[in-house]
């Protein structure tokens, strides 16, 4: 019988050590994962549980496992750097784009079933009128985005025509937003809630009206030789899609049940994007990985 999925607590625990990727003495599996705030961003939670999943699930056929986090947050750039060379991480779990899947070994089970695709956009709460006349992709055109500067979120907006701040770091943008450098803060569905929450004093809202669309997946990447941790990472998963785990993470964890729940998705204008930077081998076809507005929204209250 497989593991229950852990609690938060549990699933965030990890070890001190911090080595590369090895089948031990007696078949334990280091796996060194991304630093994880999880006080300041609740979002990372979500993969750690997935990540434990899968691990978990192949406990019987490859091994006992342990985590370990980096020292320190790094930006994106940097991390997956890191895993390409092979030096301080063995997973890391981001959306995926042509360059990445070039560089890196993905595991091809989209972790937010598309979730990540489906962006609210964080605003001023005196820009609350502006955005409210916007009706398509046309008018929020006349606005411009702020992004990560090595966001693939910022090349999708860019080659849709809408002009786009690049940033570096996570928290200078909401310093930037507030301070008028640009207009608007596209945020996946399980992100602007906290993030307002955790600055009430900075005057910014989730825009009530509006709902960026485009095809993605954020998956676990792995270095590009590192086939025997994708192969047990990709059993893990596959494992949870049969038994009903992995739907039942991506409904009861906290940041994607409130998410579902607080974004009235069904009652929003759908602005709909191209994604130019979407690999050929996105498995599109498998409707099983993917969240389908009208399959899938929760009953309405």
Same mark, same amino acid.
């Given at each position: ?8 607590? %549990? ?15 007696? $078949? ?38 342990? %985590? ?81 500067? $090595? ?151």
């Amino acid at each position: 019988m497989r593991r229950p999925i852990r609690t938060t607590a %549990l699933l965030l625990t990890a070890v001190l050590s911090f080595g590369p990727t090895a089948a031990l003495a007696d $078949d334990t599996t280091r796996v060194r994962h991304i630093y994880v705030d999880d006080s300041r961003d609740l979002r990372n939670s979500y993969f750690m549980a997935m990540l434990t999943l899968a691990l978990d699930n192949t406990r019987d056929s490859h091994g006992d496992y342990t %985590l370990s986090a980096a020292p320190t947050p790094m930006p994106q750039s940097r991390a997956l750097s890191e895993l390409a060379a092979g030096r301080s991480l063995d997973v890391v779990w981001t959306m995926t784009s042509r360059e990445r899947e070039a560089a890196l070994l993905p595991v091809r089970i989209p972790l937010l079933r598309g979730l990540g695709g489906y962006r609210l956009l964080l605003i001023r709460q005196d820009d609350a009128p502006r955005f409210a006349e916007i009706t398509d992709v046309a008018g929020l055109r006349a606005m411009q985005a702020g992004q990560g500067h $090595d966001w693939p979120d910022t090349d999708i907006l860019a080659a849709n025509g809408i002009p786009v701040q690049r940033v570096a770091g996570y928290e200078p943008l909401f310093m930037m937003l507030q301070q008028r450098r640009f207009d608007f803060l596209p945020r996946m569905l399980n992100e602007p809630w906290q993030e307002v929450a955790q600055r009430p004093d900075m005057g910014l809202m989730v825009e009530p009206e509006l709902l960026l669309y485009y095809p993605t997946a954020s998956y676990f990447f792995v270095g590009p030789d590192n086939t025997a941790l994708a192969d047990r990472l990709r059993q893990g998963l596959e494992r949870a899609l049969e038994d009903g785990s992995f739907e039942t993470l991506f409904r009861e964890h906290p940041i994607n049940r409130q998410a579902l729940n607080q974004a009235r998705l069904g009652q929003r204008r759908v602005l709909v994007l191209d994604n130019p930077l979407l690999p050929p081998e996105t498995p599109l076809d498998d409707a099983r990985l993917w969240f389908d507005m009208a399959r899938d929204l929760p009953p309405a209250p």
